[in-house]
């Protein structure tokens, strides 16, 4: 990150006489001159413009382009990403007349960029910390403005292919054997929304352009920087590259299909007799072990959610047990978190965890529970053969036995989906709730 440098200031040096009279004068009054001299640098430095910027990470792939609004009252500074009809706020903005720093704390992720001399381009770096000792970074720029989120090429898409792109798609990533789904959205100015739903969860608020048989989706959300590239083929098909951050590179196809679905993310495992929650330890966030027997954690119902601070679907589901926590609480349903972390330092993972609770304002219980290694986790969790995903959700009766499995999460963005899964989770609450 370019980041800019001062000149000291230089004092001229003092002479006998000088330097006899600015021994005699008061130690703040030397001092205050020399702060004020110090300081001098930033006095009147142009901050960055309010409002709507385009903002864009250097990716492997090209640019990854995201919508950013900054906002200044005063002296404080506030500001959202935007993924098409998603604004995420922004925990913390600051400018100190040099560098702007947007803190995405709960994803433990940073971009920091200096400010041209006019105030309208950024440009910088965005940093996330990855599993264990490595960091995620790209380059970061931003110009404000109103612009398009992806450059157009001018040539009208009118192509029967190109203007039935909306709806419902089947699509296959390279690195999956499970087959994904599709769903996009077209305007008349030719931008694109949708997302794609996989067996571990969906792809969140994509947005983009369909562009002379080219269709360009991004998403960026402190956590998640995914950009697909793909081009509409004569038969009416997609094929493109798909790639996430710094490190993941992979092709995908899609045909339209009006049916496509996924595999149902609901299941019953194998049960030799109750669950042993006297067997089930984990630490709490000020490091304490806690069993999952203990009263705090029983109830009619208990949700044992299996999820991760650094996993944006986990935010979503997050978003929806604070809800349903609120609704089911007195009904005798509770709540709790099992969270497998990144890195493995209690003391970091424990603040991670905190903010992720704050963030969404989470009431039930949340222990640290490991790494997020799926192996690791599975290891920890006797009830599972497997983890295929975070989150994954478990219903357990008053009996202690397992009523269902739930893994993955379709969220928001992906409307019918994320209403069904509603509808149905919920259903199954209702019924164990009603028996007596």
Not at 51 to 62: E, F, Q, S, V
Not at 104 to 130: C, F, P, Q, V
Not at 273 to 299: H, N, Q, V, W, Y
Not at 343 to 364: L, N, P, W, Y
Request: proline share 5%.
């Amino acid at each position: 990150m370019a980041v800019a440098h001062h000149r000291p200031v230089e004092l001229a040096r003092p002479t006998a006489v000088s330097y006899n009279i600015l021994m005699r004068l008061p130690l703040t009054i030397v001092l205050m001159g020399c702060a004020l001299s110090v300081a001098s640098p930033h006095a009147g430095a142009t901050p960055p413009k309010s409002g709507h910027w385009r903002a864009w990470l250097d990716c492997p792939g090209g640019e990854l382009p995201f919508g950013l609004d900054l906002r200044q009252r005063e002296s404080k500074w506030t500001g959202w990403i935007i993924n098409g009809p998603e604004r995420i706020s922004i925990p913390r903005v600051t400018w100190d007349g040099s560098i702007l720093t947007i803190d995405i704390d709960h994803y433990d992720s940073t971009i920091r960029a200096t400010l041209s001399a006019d105030g309208t381009e950024l440009n910088g770096t965005w940093r996330k910390k990855a599993a264990g000792e490595r960091w995620s970074q790209l380059e970061f720029h931003a110009r404000a403005g109103d612009a398009k989120r992806f450059p157009m090429s001018g040539t009208p898409s009118a192509t029967p292919a190109e203007v039935a792109i909306a709806g419902r798609w089947s699509v296959k990533f390279s690195s999956s054997e499970d087959l994904a789904v599709g769903i996009f959205e077209t305007r008349p100015d030719q931008t694109v929304t949708g997302t794609f739903l996989t067996t571990t969860g969906d792809y969140r608020y994509l947005a983009g352009v369909l562009d002379a048989g080219r269709l360009r989706l991004s998403c960026f959300d402190g956590a998640h920087a995914f950009l697909f590239d793909a081009r509409v083929r004569t038969d009416g098909t997609l094929a493109g590259d798909f790639w996430s951050r710094d490190s993941w590179h992979e092709t995908w196809t899609a045909r339209r299909d009006a049916t496509a679905a996924l595999a149902d993310g609901f299941f019953t495992p194998e049960q030799t007799g109750p669950l042993k929650f006297s067997d089930m330890i984990f630490r709490d966030l000020d490091g304490r072990p806690r069993s999952l027997a203990e009263t705090e954690f029983a109830g009619r119902v208990r949700i044992i959610e299996i999820f991760g601070s650094w996993c944006p679907n986990c935010h979503d589901a997050a978003a929806y047990l604070v809800d349903l926590d609120r609704r089911y609480r007195s009904r005798g349903v509770t709540v709790t978190g099992l969270a497998f972390e990144l890195t493995g330092d209690a003391a970091r993972d424990a603040r991670q965890v905190r903010r992720f609770a704050k963030r969404h304002k989470i009431k039930f219980p949340l222990l640290l529970a490991g790494l997020s290694d799926k192996k690791k986790a599975a290891a920890a969790l006797p009830m599972l053969d497997e983890l295929k995903a975070y989150p994954t959700l478990i219903v357990v009766d008053d009996e202690d036995r397992i009523v269902t499995v739930h893994t993955g999460f379709s969220g928001p963005a992906t409307g019918e989906a994320f209403d069904r899964f509603r509808n149905r989770f919920e259903s199954i609450l209702d019924g164990l709730l009603a028996t007596e």
